[in-house]
């Protein structure tokens, strides 16, 4: 056994919380937990698909509050990158008004 960690792909969708939707501060968060993986990681929503790693992506989806997305990872540590996404969305992007 080599030990590496083989690749997937892992796609599920959340909804926005946040009063305010998903605007600067939130999306900085998100794309500050998307760059700590390894793998691809996208998010979707209606015919938009932006990289999770990009702010100027992030904020091109103007999510409002009760937007539903789906993200959608694939690499080494798919599964861990869209819990820990989903976990973060949950916890309303640890902003608390």
Same mark, same amino acid.
């Not at 938009?48 to 789906?70: D, E, H, P």
């Given at each position: 056994?080599?030990?590496?960690?083989?690749?997937?792909?892992?796609?599920?969708?959340?909804?926005?919380?946040?009063? *305010? /939707?998903?605007?600067?501060?939130?999306? &900085? +968060?998100?794309?500050?937990?998307?760059?700590?993986?390894? =793998?691809? !990681?996208? %998010?979707?929503?209606?015919?938009?698909?932006?990289?999770?790693?990009?702010?100027?992506?992030?904020?091109?989806?103007?999510?409002? *509050? /009760?937007?539903?997305?789906?993200?959608? &990872? +694939?690499?080494?540590?798919?599964?861990?990158?869209?819990? =820990?996404? !989903?976990? %973060?969305?949950?916890?309303?992007?640890?902003?608390?008004?």
């Amino acid at each position: 056994m080599s030990g590496k960690k083989t690749s997937c792909k892992v796609k599920q969708s959340f909804i926005i919380s946040n009063e *305010r /939707g998903l605007h600067t501060r939130p999306s &900085a +968060e998100l794309v500050k937990c998307a760059s700590s993986f390894k =793998s691809s !990681i996208y %998010l979707i929503h209606q015919d938009l698909t932006i990289n999770a790693k990009s702010l100027l992506g992030v904020l091109m989806l103007a999510a409002a *509050r /009760g937007t539903r997305l789906s993200i959608e &990872a +694939e690499g080494e540590d798919a599964e861990e990158a869209v819990a =820990s996404i !989903i976990d %973060l969305a949950r916890n309303k992007f640890n902003i608390h008004y």
